[in-house]
């Protein structure tokens, strides 16, 4: 909802370029109420139902900023999450980084818990953004939120601990690095593809995993420079 016609205007610019980059979409009604006394036709009587639909608790709450949403999808078509997986990924109404909020949002965190990380936090999606939604923060913090609440699998929060204590031990963690990608190297053969891998099998279940090139970041870093 806006104030003005000139608003509604500035807005109905702005969603067909984001979206599509039409200059202007062909899906725009214009009602201006009943009809005056001095017009011969036009409704009678005009009535406005709006739906709230979830709207308000959103306005409550820290997600706020999600209600200057306008579905242009820009988020979503420079999400390279969303190019990997497509739309019917997402389980719900709305796809990409946009999806990623207002599902958690309107049908509870606890009903889908893995939409917030379904992002890369590269930040395209906040800097296509028209209406400058900061949707990687918003993300972060429904994953922090989704922490507090204990609602990550248990094997999955030890991993993570266990990530963060190893990440803070250099020597060591260039070794696990250096050891896991050379074990995943050959586990991808001549194929170089990966069918199966433990822990991971909501990936490989469903598609191959591309095998790492087989040295760290690091190493090639290093070996570049030289
Ligand atoms: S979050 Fe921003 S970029 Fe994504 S659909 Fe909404 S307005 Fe468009």
């Excluded at 806006?2 to 899906?27: C, K």
């Excluded at 053969?189 to 991971?200: A, C, D, N, Q, T």
């Amino acid at each position: 909802v806006v104030p003005t016609l000139e608003d509604a205007s500035v807005l109905l610019r702005l969603l067909p370029r984001s979206a599509t980059g039409q200059a202007i979409t062909n899906y725009v009604s214009l009602h201006t109420g009943p009809k005056r006394l001095e017009e011969s036709d036009g409704p009678q009587q005009f009535h406005i139902v709006l739906v709230d639909n979830g709207r308000s608790k959103l306005l409550a709450g820290e997600m706020r900023e999600m209600l200057r949403c306008i579905r242009c999808g820009a988020c979503m078509n420079h999400c390279p999450v969303y190019q990997a997986v497509g739309g019917h990924a997402y389980g719900w109404v709305y796809p990409g980084p946009m999806g990623n909020i207002l599902t958690p949002s309107y049908v509870g965190l606890e009903n889908a818990v893995a939409l917030p990380n379904a992002a890369t936090m590269c930040n395209q999606c906040g800097v296509v953004c028209p209406v400058k939604i900061p949707l990687p923060d918003l993300m972060r913090t429904l994953r922090e939120e989704q922490m507090a609440r204990g609602l990550k699998p248990w094997a999955e929060r030890m991993g993570l601990a266990l990530w963060g204590w190893a990440a803070q031990q250099p020597a060591l963690y260039a070794l696990g690095t250096r050891i896991a990608a050379r074990v995943m190297k050959w586990m991808g053969g001549s194929e170089k593809l990966i069918h199966r891998l433990p822990f991971v099998s909501g990936w490989t279940d469903g598609r191959d995993f591309p095998a790492p090139a087989g040295k760290t970041f690091r190493e090639l870093y290093k070996a570049q420079r030289k």
